[in-house]
């Protein structure tokens, strides 16, 4: 990858990490000309077209957020099988290392990162978007000391793909919180849980629960109590303590409601931190002028113990004061041979016996162990019993295939055989995961897209139907219903708006009219003028000749009309003159109405034939070649009106 142009524009320079999922790379902008992060996908995640979907359309909503403590987004794209993420290049260290090196972190320090942390999640959960794997790996340290959380909305689609599968648990588990463990629903109070679990490990060096494995760890994490941080440190003043464990609690109910919440009690602690409580508790005062990090340093060389309190112990000297007895000379037995093979026959047989009746009295029947997955807990445990073993319910996980409180896992498996008595391990079910839905109405749809997405929710079915005051583009209603309980993936059916129903209205007829008239008539049929020409014409300057579409064509309210008007300088010999009339009758009546015109004597013939109502005003340009035109206006065959042209 080193050298290779990404996206037409970002130049790899040099690898920065990585992890199961993605490598992380240095790269140059050769566009904008500045240093970016490049985060290219792997591995079978690469090929995971589903994961691929999340990850981008994540990332994408992601990469709205802009805040100075949030690392930002600034592409997202796809070449040929290569998905990347460019992002913020945000050059120092992270959280993690910086333990790691310096061990556990004075109290104001890791509070004041905490509290630049809670900025972060502040921002992001105002957008709805919840981070779901706050870990220090992904806490950045730039040079300044200022606080950057990275991979915002791209944690989403990890930990859909890889964190929930059934009977698995991976990824950051150390800093799930207990909803994460058991496959719940994570909201914004789950991210605050991770938080708490961040600052317990900056404060004593290590987090709240470690264990063989990822499952054993996430249990502790659902089930077991908290160790109080002034336990690992005694020094460690309440007000921080207190901090922690609120953000720890099991119940989310019971945590910090908002990051702004917690942040104002960071805030209150480090008001009223001690000067000696700026420090790591225990650790001795820094030289004036050394910053606590250096004093750190300077302590690990001196040779004592990273992240703990020293104690100041007066050295012991041990003194050996048994007394020395002068060496006792052996006396040489001799013993017969056979008296030392007799004594060994009675030796072999007594040991014998013994040994037979230590197997008579420890042997311990066995027994099948019977299948109980697919059972209601109470049930298992009773054919358990019935068997001789004893059933421990270690855990619970969502299942879509069983019930909520049917075992969904033993261990032993079924059909092992194990001694009666034995401890038969069973997870149990919590039914299916359940999400809930979003209120999405009077939101665009694209939006709408990215809240139901986040939410699980990746299905969504669409109809368009017109609306009069909901605009284009925008959902009109939902179902299921904001707030409904529904299983991940059900399918959510969006009314999306397409604006005001188009009302069919008639083109006015419009030549003969002045620019003005036409103008005024177009605005009074709801339609608008679509361009306008000049022709030389016999019609005098200014009159509308023509027009696209003709009269009486039915066109949606709101259609183009384009105008020819005249520009005068007709051909010789060609006369125009302009016909006005009212049409008599109600505006009741319908009225039929025929012009006819005759030149020099000839035959008549009809220019114009139109229904009107009675009343109103008719405006009609006449244009005729000769000496005399005679023009009649007839209402229903009648005639109304004749004209005489010279």
């Known amino acids: 990858m080193i050298g290779r142009l990404v996206g037409k524009r970002y130049r790899i320079r040099d ?8 490598v992380v790379y240095l790269a140059q902008d050769e566009l904008l000309e500045r240093r970016v992060a490049v985060k290219v996908l792997h591995g079978q995640a690469a090929w995971d077209e589903e994961f691929v979907r999340r990850f981008r359309r994540e990332a994408q909503a992601a990469a709205g957020l802009s805040h100075p403590n949030i690392v930002s987004i600034y592409d997202v794209g796809q070449e040929d099988d290569l998905h990347f993420i460019v992002m913020e290049y945000v050059p120092g260290t992270n959280l993690k290392a910086l333990i790691k090196e310096q061990g556990r972190l004075a109290p104001a ?7 630049q942390v809670c900025d972060a999640l502040q921002h992001a959960h105002r957008h709805r978007i919840v981070h779901r794997d706050i870990k220090p790996h992904n806490i950045l340290i730039d040079g300044e000391g200022r606080v950057k959380v990275a991979d915002f909305g791209i944690a989403r689609a990890v930990t859909s793909a890889t964190v929930t599968q059934p009977g698995t648990i991976v990824g950051s588990v150390q800093y799930f919180s207990p909803e994460q463990a058991r496959g719940g629903i994570t909201t914004e109070r789950s991210d605050l849980y991770s938080l708490g679990v961040v600052l317990y490990e900056m404060l004593t060096g290590q987090v709240p629960f470690s264990g ?8 502790k994490h659902v089930q077991e109590p908290v160790r109080p941080p002034r336990e690992l440190v005694p020094g460690l003043p309440r007000e921080v303590e207190r901090i922690v464990l609120r953000a720890l609690r099991k119940s989310q109910r019971e945590r910090y409601a908002s990051a702004a919440e917690m942040k104002a009690d960071i805030n ?13 508790p225990g650790a001795e005062a820094p030289p004036a002028g050394l910053e606590a990090p250096a004093a750190e340093v300077l302590a690990r060389q001196r040779g004592e113990p990273e992240g703990l309190p020293q104690r100041n112990e007066p050295p012991t000297e041990v003194v050996d004061t048994m007394p020395r007895s002068a060496p006792v000379r052996r006396r040489r037995r001799w013993v017969r041979p056979a008296l030392w093979l007799a004594f060994l026959a009675l030796l072999g047989v007594g040991i014998g016996y013994a040994v037979n009746l230590a197997l008579d009295w420890l042997e311990v029947p066995e027994v099948r162990v019977p299948r109980v997955v697919g059972l209601p807990a109470a049930e298992a445990s009773r054919l358990l019993e019935e068997a001789g073993l004893k059933g421990s319910v270690v855990g619970q996980q969502h299942s879509d295939e069983y019930p909520v409180g049917v075992v969904m896992h033993q261990e032993p498996a079924p059909d092992e055989v ?3 008595g034995r401890t038969i391990s069973l997870v149990l079910s919590y039914g299916p995961r359940m999400v809930e839905v979003p209120d999405v109405v009077n939101q665009p749809l694209r939006q709408a897209e990215i809240l139901l997405e986040a939410a699980g929710l990746t299905r969504v079915q669409e109809v368009s139907r017109y609306h009069e005051t909901v605009p284009e583009g925008y959902v009109i209603n939902q179902a299921p219903g904001a707030g409904a309980l529904v299983r991940v993936d059900t399918v959510v059916q969006l009314e999306v708006s397409l604006g005001p129903e188009p009302r069919s209205v008639a083109v006015p007829r419009l030549v003969g009219l002045t620019l003005a008239e036409a103008r005024e008539r177009l605005g009074g049929a709801d339609l608008v003028e679509g361009g306008l020409t000049e022709e030389a014409s016999v019609a005098p300057k200014g009159t509308v000749i023509d027009q696209d579409p003709p009269a009486e064509t039915v066109v949606v309210a709101g259609s183009p009309v384009r105008l020819v008007v005249s520009a005068g300088g007709g051909p010789a010999g060609v006369k125009q003159a302009v016909l006005s009339f009212r049409v008599p009758g109600t505006p009741q009546e319908a009225v039929d109405v025929r012009v006819t015109l005759a030149t020099d004597g000839g035959e008549p013939r009809v220019i114009y034939q139109q229904t009107h109502r009675g009343g109103e005003l008719v405006r009609q340009l006449v244009t005729w070649e000769g000496q005399h035109a005679l023009v009649r206006v007839y209402a ?3 005639l109304v009106d004749e004209r005489e042209w010279r």
């Open 15 to 22: 690898r920065l990490g990585g992890g199961g999922t993605a």
């Open 212 to 219: 063989d494995g990822p499952i054993t760890i996430a249990l």
């Open 109 to 115: 320090r890791a509070l004041t990162f905490a509290a």
């Open 418 to 420: 194990v001694r009666t």
């Open 636 to 638: 229903n065959d009648r």
């Open 268 to 280: 209150a602690a480090l008001a009223t931190l001690p000067a000696q409580a700026r420090r790591a």
